[in-house]
């Protein structure tokens, strides 16, 4: 099965600044998802990435899909406390939709 | 309002008994999954639904059992099989089909053994 790679594992920034997690994986991305967890909560659905090139961008956050279709990045700018949490990428495993590979998630703290 | 709960939120069991979580979700959704979630690491999947009346294990599906006999409910029983099951539990559904669409989770529930 599919592994998945982020980095960095946790990140303490400054709010106002800006911050980039990476989601690596060895195979194709067919379907590519971010998504964030607050502290013992389910996840929220952020945004999901299909085609090589891809960018989507929801307020200030911004998700691309590298060309090859193997690594995406999550952007954050102008961080804001409402930021903190876990975020986590997720990949199809195969072709065809069915189920999801998660990475080990990037756990990010905004400091005042 | 439509959605997924899990419950119940908080769980307790002594080591050997079995243990049922509960998922249900209102959103017409074909597909449902099981996730469990430790201290530093992703979501493994346990199991998941496609289609009601089938089911398929996912990466960590021993000393776990499921059942899909209605389309909006999907629980875990947690067996004294489990070596370690103290962890956090996550219930999602999918719409289904072909085309790739978000998994939509549920609240999840914290199991303790004691």
């Known amino acids: 099965s599919q592994e998945l790679e982020q980095s960095p594992q946790s990140l303490i920034v400054q709010e106002g600044k800006n911050l980039t997690i990476n989601c690596t994986s060895s195979?194709?991305?067919?379907?590519l998802y971010w998504y964030k967890q607050k502290y013992g909560e389910g996840l929220i659905f952020l945004m999901m990435l299909q085609k090589g090139g891809e960018e989507k961008s929801h307020e200030k956050i911004t998700a691309k899909l590298d060309e090859k279709k193997q690594q995406s990045s999550l952007h954050i700018t102008a961080s804001q406390p409402s930021h903190a949490g876990i975020y986590l990428c997720?990949?199809?495993?195969?072709?065809?939709?069915?189920?999801?590979?998660f990475g080990t998630g990037t756990r990010l703290q905004v400091t005042l | 309002d439509g959605g997924i709960t899990q419950s119940p939120k908080y769980l307790f069991r002594k080591e050997g008994q079995n243990v049922t979580l509960s998922c249900e979700q209102n959103l017409n959704h074909d597909a449902m999954y099981w996730y469990r979630q430790d201290p530093g690491q992703g979501l493994r999947l346990i199991y998941y639904s496609q289609i009601v009346n089938d089911f398929q294990k996912g990466d960590i599906a021993e000393g776990y059992s499921v059942s899909r006999e209605k389309k909006e409910s999907f629980p875990l029983t947690v067996t004294s099989a489990q070596k370690n099951p103290t962890a956090f539990y996550l219930c999602?559904?999918?719409?289904?089909?072909?085309?790739?669409?978000?998994?939509?989770f549920g609240p999840g529930t914290r199991l303790t053994v004691l």
């Open positions: 195979k194709t991305l067919y379907g």
């Open positions: 999602a559904s999918r719409l289904g089909g072909p085309s790739y669409n978000e998994q939509f």
């Open positions: 997720g990949a199809e495993d195969t072709g065809t939709a069915s189920k999801l590979t």
